[in-house]
């Protein structure tokens, strides 16, 4: 069953705007992990934030934030002030506690496309 | 320093005939994994090794078969090529010990081709 939703194929934003890509998920799993992992054009994979399902606070790495509601099972990455560098593909990937410990599943992935 | 890395970066080659793919990666971490990415980007893992032992084995053809010689090392060999198995092979490494927050590290992609 897929337990990672990524609605949008793709998305256009204006230079400078904030962006949001939606990211859904499904665990009976009290302990789990999520990820955003963004794929440039030239093929390598940069992880860039991390959820876990304890923290109190959404978590905020630069320009990128996770919007985390837990309630939901939604975890939502928002980019602040695009640029267009961040031009590419966007990945939401969860990884459960337990003996899932070792294992990242990932969503079908947003493409993001910046406007100047 | 490159922390993990693949090779070769691009491969093709005949249906029928038998690949290997190296990964290295010097992190220190305990788990490597390979995960392939296809046309359609999407990416699914194949296998998981924790200090040299077979964690996780996902539906892969039996043609496929991972080898890691020690935590640094995880190779993937596929026998009989088909042309199904034209996709991006990623190798990658995590310190689930540390705890998830680090996410993995990922090496950059081998680009198979077969034809």
Redesign the interface.
């Known amino acids: 069953a897929q337990k990672i939703t990524q609605t949008q194929p793709g998305m256009f934003v204006q230079e400078k705007e904030a962006v949001t890509l939606d990211c859904t998920y499904d665990t009976s799993d009290p302990s789990y ?1 999520l ?1 955003w ?1 963004k ?1 440039p054009s030239s ?5 860039l934030i ?1 959820q ?1 399902s304890y923290d109190q606070q959404n978590a905020t790495e630069g320009r990128y934030s996770l919007n985390f509601q837990k309630a939901r099972k939604s975890a939502n990455l928002v980019i602040s002030a695009s640029q267009l560098g961040d031009s590419a ?1 966007y ?1 939401c990937a969860m ?1 459960e506690g337990g003996t899932g ?6 969503g ?2 947003t493409r993001l496309f910046v406007k100047a | 320093d490159t922390a993990v890395s693949q090779t070769p970066k691009y491969l093709v080659t005949q249906m029928g005939n038998d690949k290997s793919i190296k990964c290295e990666q010097n992190l220190g971490h305990d788990t490597m994994y390979w995960y392939k990415q296809d046309s359609k980007k999407f990416l699914k893992i194949m296998f998981s090794y924790n200090n040299k032992e077979l964690i996780i084995n996902e539906t892969v053809p039996n043609r496929f078969s991972p080898k890691s010689p020690d935590k640094a090392h995880l190779n993937l060999h596929i026998n009989s090529l088909e042309l199904g198995d034209s996709a991006v092979y990623f190798c990658a490494s995590s310190q689930p010990s540390k705890g998830f927050v680090y996410g993995y590290t990922f090496g950059s992609g081998t680009r198979l081709t077969v034809v």
């Open positions: 992990g990820f992992y794929q093929g390598e994979m940069i992880f991390y876990g593909m990945f990884r410990g070792f294992k990242t599943i990932f079908a992935g």
